[in-house]
């Protein structure tokens, strides 16, 4: 086993787009300046969304030793079980995921389902973002949470 990936932390950034532009959207670019604040040179990190992986990928300002895209990530249930597959390959032991403050709780059950076992720690962190139209539009996700799970394999 590689012993410079024991222990070794994954960062994941979920992107936001209202599909509305080819531009990254302020609530994804907030997340991503959070992400780029926390990330170390020792930890991987992953910009996962479609279209936005490649869009932060472009505006990433942090560390460059390990990032990664995943752009074909549609829901945050995709991304879950795309980052699953990767923490396990990379040996993670943590996973902490970079979303805005409103969707933490519903990233938070598909990220611990998806690792469920793999004894990875999950961690969420809010980014500061918000307005009632999102509020509305994440209170409305819950209800298609069980769909999605099926539909990714969480």
Same mark, same amino acid.
């Given at each position: 086993?590689? #012993?410079?990936?024991?222990?070794?932390?994954?960062?994941?950034?979920?992107?936001?787009?209202?599909?509305?532009?080819?531009?990254?959207?302020?609530?994804? !670019?907030?997340?991503?300046?959070?992400?780029?604040?926390?990330? =170390?040179?020792?930890?991987?990190?992953?910009? =996962?969304?479609?279209?936005?992986?490649?869009?932060?990928?472009?505006?990433?300002?942090?560390? #460059?030793?390990?990032?990664?895209?995943?752009? #074909?990530?549609?829901?945050?249930?995709?991304?879950?079980?795309?980052?699953?597959?990767?923490?396990?390959?990379?040996? !993670?032991?943590?996973?902490?995921?970079?979303?805005?403050?409103?969707?933490?709780?519903?990233? !938070?059950?598909?990220?611990?389902? !998806?690792?469920?076992?793999?004894?990875?720690?999950?961690?969420?962190?809010?980014?500061?973002?918000?307005?009632?139209?999102?509020?509305?539009? #994440?209170?409305?996700?819950?209800?298609?949470?069980?769909?999605?799970?099926?539909?990714?394999?969480?």
């Amino acid at each position: 086993m590689d #012993e410079a990936r024991l222990g070794m932390r994954l960062v994941v950034v979920l992107g936001y787009s209202a599909w509305r532009g080819a531009a990254l959207h302020p609530v994804c !670019a907030a997340r991503l300046a959070v992400a780029a604040e926390l990330a =170390s040179e020792d930890d991987t990190v992953l910009l =996962s969304g479609r279209p936005e992986a490649s869009l932060m990928r472009g505006a990433w300002t942090g560390p #460059e030793a390990r990032v990664l895209c995943d752009g #074909e990530a549609r829901v945050t249930a995709e991304s879950a079980a795309h980052v699953a597959r990767l923490a396990r390959e990379l040996e !993670a032991s943590e996973v902490v995921i970079v979303t805005s403050w409103w969707h933490c709780r519903r990233a !938070a059950v598909f990220f611990r389902r !998806a690792l469920r076992g793999s004894g990875i720690a999950v961690r969420t962190i809010g980014a500061p973002s918000w307005s009632g139209r999102l509020l509305l539009r #994440e209170a409305g996700a819950w209800a298609v949470l069980p769909l999605q799970m099926r539909r990714a394999r969480v």
